[in-house]
């Protein structure tokens, strides 16, 4: 499917504008404790393994992609740590090879894209580990959002990032994003930038787009990190999540949350 000469490719690959996978692009080093319920997966397919990124919202679920989770043969999840490159006595570290993809994911189009992953044994809350809110209505436009992930911090770069990264942003009118990405924009996406180019890259598929829960400190999930665009992660084009919020109902009659 071509729209304005822009072709939407499979996560891990080209999204054209084209559009590729999950950047933490120009953002700043998370502190230990900060995002509790972010998740850095490491997910192992027949002949592939891949970082992504995802969210504890209970003490047995992890919400990610359906990107980060489609074939996958088992999952080794780090939870209640902030660094991928050393050991923390901080983190758990979990494995396991149960998850739910939703039913209408399409890996070609990112329709739907998103993904649960069970956790063979309920876990213990601490400090370090705790989970987010799911939203209770949908992202607004032109609403401040934070995208947080391990993903590539530059184009040149193919490292991921050695410590947990965020960067604040907007979202967008979905019409206004579409000018960019044509008609695969779908009502169950959003799309959000920064004010110059910040944005998700490859690593952060999956990874949470959060939002202040109104007049407290608490986070809730707004989104969950979706595609970029194919002329990189330092583009001036938006970065795409999938909402979370018509997803509810189906997040619950899986996890019974």
């Known amino acids: 499917m071509v729209f304005l000469g822009l072709l939407l490719l499979p996560i891990f690959g080209v999204l ?18 900060e995002f509790p319920f ?3 997966i490491t997910a192992q397919t027949s002949n592939s393994k891949h970082l992504c990124g995802g969210s504890l919202i209970d003490k047995q679920w992890v919400l990610t992609s359906g990107t980060c989770v489609d074939n996958a043969l088992i999952f080794t999840i780090r939870l209640g740590t902030v660094r991928l490159d050393s050991e923390d006595s901080k983190a758990l570290i979990l494995s396991t090879s149960e998850y739910v993809v ?11 894209d998103i993904g649960l992953i ?8 601490t400090t370090y580990i705790n989970p987010i809110y799911l939203p209770t209505e949908a992202l607004e436009d032109y609403s401040t959002v934070t995208a947080v992930g391990w993903g590539q911090i530059s184009d040149s770069d193919s490292e991921y990032a050695s410590r947990l990264q965020y960067v604040e942003m ?6 206004a994003c579409a000018l960019v990405y044509g008609n695969q924009i779908k009502d169950t996406m959003v799309c959000a930038v920064g004010n110059y180019n910040e944005g998700i ?3 952060d598929n999956g990874g949470p787009l959060i939002q202040h829960k109104e007049n407290t400190k608490y986070w809730t999930i707004g989104g969950i990190a979706s595609f970029y665009s194919g ?5 001036l084009e938006p970065s795409g999540f999938t909402r979370t919020y018509p997803y509810l109902d189906w997040i619950k009659n899986v996890t019974n949350i």
């Open 231 to 235: 002329n990189g992660c330092e583009s």
């Open 38 to 40: 972010v998740a850095a």
């Open 16 to 33: 054209s504008a084209e559009v590729h996978s999950g950047r933490i692009i120009n953002g700043e080093t998370a502190d230990v404790g």
């Open 102 to 112: 939703h039913p209408g994911f399409n890996s070609t189009t990112l329709e739907n």
């Open 201 to 203: 890259c490859l690593g």
């Open 118 to 125: 069970r956790l063979r044994m309920a876990i213990t809350f």
């Open 170 to 175: 907007s979202t967008m009118a979905n019409l």
